[in-house]
Protein backbone atom coordinates (compact mmCIF):
# COMPACT_ATOMS: atom_id res chain seq x y z
CA UNK A 1 0.00 0.00 0.00
CA UNK A 2 2.73 2.19 1.07
CA UNK A 3 4.19 2.36 -2.86
CA UNK A 4 0.89 3.21 -4.13
CA UNK A 5 0.52 6.00 -1.72
CA UNK A 6 3.77 7.30 -2.78
CA UNK A 7 2.65 7.25 -6.67
CA UNK A 8 -0.24 9.15 -5.16
CA UNK A 9 2.19 11.83 -3.65
CA UNK A 10 4.34 12.01 -7.01
CA UNK A 11 1.58 11.68 -9.30
CA UNK A 12 -0.23 14.90 -7.34
CA UNK A 13 3.26 16.79 -7.28
CA UNK A 14 3.85 16.69 -11.20
CA UNK A 15 -0.40 17.77 -11.77
CA UNK A 16 0.51 21.04 -9.10
CA UNK A 17 3.26 21.67 -11.13
CA UNK A 18 1.50 21.47 -14.73
CA UNK A 19 -1.56 23.63 -13.15
CA UNK A 20 0.64 26.00 -12.23
CA UNK A 21 2.40 26.21 -15.14
CA UNK A 22 -1.05 26.49 -17.07
CA UNK A 23 -2.14 29.12 -14.84
CA UNK A 24 -4.86 26.86 -13.73
CA UNK A 25 -6.61 26.44 -10.25
CA UNK A 26 -7.23 23.31 -9.03
CA UNK A 27 -7.35 21.10 -6.17
CA UNK A 28 -6.03 17.59 -5.48
CA UNK A 29 -7.26 14.88 -4.15
CA UNK A 30 -5.65 11.30 -3.46
CA UNK A 31 -6.33 8.32 -2.64
CA UNK A 32 -6.08 4.36 -2.92
CA UNK A 33 -9.01 2.62 -5.34
CA UNK A 34 -8.17 -1.59 -4.77
CA UNK A 35 -4.60 -1.97 -6.52
CA UNK A 36 -3.73 1.27 -7.81
CA UNK A 37 -3.32 4.87 -6.98
CA UNK A 38 -6.18 7.96 -7.65
CA UNK A 39 -5.94 11.18 -7.72
CA UNK A 40 -8.05 13.57 -9.01
CA UNK A 41 -8.53 17.06 -9.91
CA UNK A 42 -11.74 19.68 -8.68
CA UNK A 43 -12.00 23.35 -9.87
CA UNK A 44 -13.61 25.85 -11.39
CA UNK A 45 -13.38 25.44 -15.23
CA UNK A 46 -10.89 22.57 -16.14
CA UNK A 47 -13.14 21.25 -19.02
CA UNK A 48 -10.06 21.94 -21.38
CA UNK A 49 -7.75 19.57 -18.87
CA UNK A 50 -10.52 16.67 -20.03
CA UNK A 51 -11.29 17.62 -23.92
CA UNK A 52 -14.09 16.83 -25.81
CA UNK A 53 -14.48 12.89 -25.38
CA UNK A 54 -11.57 12.81 -22.64
CA UNK A 55 -8.98 12.67 -24.81
CA UNK A 56 -6.87 15.35 -23.08
CA UNK A 57 -7.69 13.37 -19.80
CA UNK A 58 -6.14 10.58 -21.04
CA UNK A 59 -2.99 11.70 -22.61
CA UNK A 60 -2.60 13.55 -18.64
CA UNK A 61 -2.97 10.42 -17.53
CA UNK A 62 -0.63 9.03 -19.52
CA UNK A 63 2.15 11.77 -18.79
CA UNK A 64 1.48 11.43 -14.99
CA UNK A 65 2.22 8.00 -15.50
CA UNK A 66 5.31 8.62 -16.91
CA UNK A 67 6.49 10.82 -14.40
CA UNK A 68 5.71 8.25 -11.93
CA UNK A 69 7.74 5.66 -13.55
CA UNK A 70 10.81 8.11 -13.93
CA UNK A 71 10.62 8.97 -10.32
CA UNK A 72 10.10 5.59 -9.13
CA UNK A 73 11.13 3.34 -11.50
CA UNK A 74 8.12 1.09 -11.48
CA UNK A 75 5.02 1.08 -13.90
CA UNK A 76 1.87 3.18 -12.75
CA UNK A 77 -1.99 2.06 -13.08
CA UNK A 78 -2.47 5.34 -11.70
CA UNK A 79 -6.30 7.03 -12.12
CA UNK A 80 -6.36 10.39 -12.69
CA UNK A 81 -9.75 12.12 -12.89
CA UNK A 82 -10.83 15.76 -13.53
CA UNK A 83 -13.54 17.24 -12.17
CA UNK A 84 -15.46 14.16 -11.91
CA UNK A 85 -15.61 13.13 -15.26
CA UNK A 86 -14.33 9.62 -14.90
CA UNK A 87 -16.79 9.12 -12.24
CA UNK A 88 -19.77 10.25 -14.64
CA UNK A 89 -18.39 8.68 -17.46
CA UNK A 90 -18.34 4.95 -15.09
CA UNK A 91 -21.93 5.70 -14.23
CA UNK A 92 -23.34 6.18 -17.73
CA UNK A 93 -21.22 3.21 -18.45
CA UNK A 94 -22.44 0.98 -15.54
CA UNK A 95 -26.19 2.06 -16.11
CA UNK A 96 -25.46 1.40 -20.47
CA UNK A 97 -24.36 -2.59 -19.03
CA UNK A 98 -27.46 -3.30 -17.22
CA UNK A 99 -29.34 -2.46 -19.77
CA UNK A 100 -27.64 -4.35 -22.25
CA UNK A 101 -27.54 -7.31 -19.79
CA UNK A 102 -31.65 -6.97 -19.69
CA UNK A 103 -31.94 -7.11 -23.61
CA UNK A 104 -29.42 -10.42 -23.63
CA UNK A 105 -31.77 -11.37 -20.70
CA UNK A 106 -35.02 -10.55 -22.47
CA UNK A 107 -34.31 -12.05 -26.24
CA UNK A 108 -31.53 -14.24 -25.47
CA UNK A 109 -29.39 -12.98 -28.25
CA UNK A 110 -26.23 -11.56 -27.18
CA UNK A 111 -25.69 -7.38 -27.56
CA UNK A 112 -22.53 -5.86 -29.53
CA UNK A 113 -22.04 -2.06 -27.93
CA UNK A 114 -19.82 0.87 -29.49
CA UNK A 115 -16.64 0.84 -29.86
CA UNK A 116 -14.82 1.87 -26.22
CA UNK A 117 -11.37 2.31 -25.09
CA UNK A 118 -9.66 0.05 -22.64
CA UNK A 119 -11.02 1.82 -19.53
CA UNK A 120 -14.69 2.21 -20.73
CA UNK A 121 -14.76 -1.76 -21.58
CA UNK A 122 -13.13 -2.51 -18.19
CA UNK A 123 -16.31 -0.70 -16.24
CA UNK A 124 -18.72 -2.81 -18.59
CA UNK A 125 -16.85 -6.46 -18.53
CA UNK A 126 -17.26 -5.70 -14.58
CA UNK A 127 -20.73 -4.76 -14.54
CA UNK A 128 -21.36 -7.15 -16.75
CA UNK A 129 -19.97 -9.93 -14.49
CA UNK A 130 -21.53 -8.73 -11.92
CA UNK A 131 -24.71 -8.90 -13.14
CA UNK A 132 -24.56 -12.62 -14.01
CA UNK A 133 -23.22 -12.79 -17.87
CA UNK A 134 -20.15 -12.56 -19.47
CA UNK A 135 -18.88 -10.55 -22.14
CA UNK A 136 -16.11 -10.22 -24.11
CA UNK A 137 -13.78 -7.99 -26.15
CA UNK A 138 -14.07 -8.02 -30.15
CA UNK A 139 -12.53 -5.93 -32.97
CA UNK A 140 -8.82 -3.80 -33.12
CA UNK A 141 -8.29 -0.77 -31.64
CA UNK A 142 -9.53 1.79 -31.71
CA UNK A 143 -12.82 0.19 -32.75
CA UNK A 144 -12.16 -2.99 -30.51
CA UNK A 145 -16.15 -3.32 -28.68
CA UNK A 146 -17.55 -5.26 -26.07
CA UNK A 147 -20.23 -8.29 -26.85
CA UNK A 148 -22.23 -9.07 -23.54
CA UNK A 149 -23.23 -12.67 -24.61
CA UNK A 150 -26.27 -14.92 -23.41
CA UNK A 151 -26.11 -17.99 -20.61
Known sequence: MR????EGD????????????????GDLDMDVEGDRAAVSIV????NQL????????????????????RETGERSR????????R?????RLVALAQESVARVKETGEQVALDPMSP???KVVHDAVAEAGLTSESEGVEPRRFVVVLPL
Open 10 to 25: VAADYLEELLDIADLD
Open 119 to 121: FER
Open 3 to 6: ALER
Open 78 to 85: LMLDISGY
Open 43 to 46: GADL
Open 87 to 91: ADQRA
Open 50 to 69: VGQRGEVLDALQELTRLAVY
